[in-house]
């Protein structure tokens, strides 16, 4: 049974969602913030509300006339080219920059939640997700009545673009591996895996920023984009020197912000994956294109209720560096 309309119809029906399962969550209350937008340089209102069960992450443009709600999911993803960007390209609306927020989300294993948002991109906050979690922390999270959904990884699944691979693959709980090799001795090769357990997510992976290079960022303001990027919301380098005063907050912090990043895209599934991710320079784009073939193959996947069990397998961090 793939439907989650469906499964959780049936699952109130029997009385699953006892005490073996994982509960659905979402905030104790509404709680925004305000920060600047990494390409339009504008000031960007956001505001988190608790959602009702099955409702999902689901954004609403509140400075359009209609106030057109876009549920974060793989299927309304518009463009990858530099960040995931939700919308209706028909109609010309969007909004980008979403990763570092849905990271967040699915960090703190937020089911529920209506975004309000007052432009097209989420604001950039430091270019991580601490800010965002920092949110959840001071209003907290609520379990709800439902039990929380999962989508089981039946069988390998992987997609390759441009040199760049990503594979999920059956396992117990959720694990990210993923490797980045760059020309700049700044960032090398660097790889580290991730198994979300509880807390690992704030602890080892929420504060990792964003990062480019110093050209690229003057061809994107070039082109009337990046207007709103500094110092000060993200890792700037000039060939093989970090261009930030204060350096790095990890030593490996390229990579731990690159599985930020795919954590927050493989969250547009509109529910955790339950199983392996293995990725080789993989990007929006690449992680996009995973979700989009996994979830074309019913028998790669079946949606299922989280055991408790499940949540408490999880083993700590394992990171090795080339």
Request: hydrophobic share 45%; charged share 20%.
């Amino acid at each position: 049974m793939n439907n989650i309309a469906d499964l959780s119809a049936a699952i109130a029906q029997t009385g699953v969602a006892g005490d073996h399962y994982v509960r659905q969550r979402t905030l104790k209350a509404s709680i925004g913030c305000a920060g600047v937008g990494l390409h339009s340089g504008h000031k960007i209102r956001i505001t988190l509300h608790p959602a009702p069960v099955n409702h999902g992450i689901v954004f609403r443009r509140t400075d359009l006339e209609d106030q057109p709600l876009f549920p974060a999911r793989y299927d309304a993803v518009i463009d990858t080219r530099l960040c995931t960007c939700l919308g209706d390209a028909s109609k010309g609306i969007k909004i980008g920059t979403i990763e570092h927020l849905m990271a967040a989300l699915a960090g703190s294993r937020i089911d529920n939640v209506l975004i309000d948002i007052d432009a097209d991109e989420v604001p950039v906050m430091d270019g991580s997700s601490a800010p965002f979690n920092f949110l959840i922390d001071c209003v907290g999270i609520e379990e709800q009545s439902a039990p929380r959904q999962v989508i089981e990884v039946l069988k390998p699944v992987e997609v390759e673009y441009n040199g760049c691979t990503a594979r999920v693959e059956p396992g117990h709980g959720f694990e990210i591996d993923f490797e980045i090799d760059f020309a700049s001795k700044a960032i090398a090769n660097q790889r580290m895996s991730v198994k979300f357990d509880d807390g690992v997510f704030v602890s080892d992976i929420s504060r990792a920023r964003t990062f480019g290079f110093l050209h690229e960022v003057e061809a994107m303001r070039a082109a009337g984009l990046a207007r709103g990027g500094s110092l000060d919301n993200a890792v700037v380098l000039s060939g093989d020197e970090v261009m930030n005063e204060e350096g790095l907050r990890y030593e490996d912090e390229f990579v731990r912000h690159k599985i930020l990043d795919a954590l927050g895209d493989l969250y547009t599934a509109g529910l955790q994956l339950q199983g392996k991710v293995t990725a080789y320079k993989s990007g929006h784009h690449v992680n996009n294109l995973l979700l989009q073939a996994l979830l074309a193959d019913e028998t790669a996947y079946q949606i299922v209720p989280m055991a408790k069990a499940a949540l408490h397998s999880a083993m700590a961090p394992v990171l090795a560096t080339a």
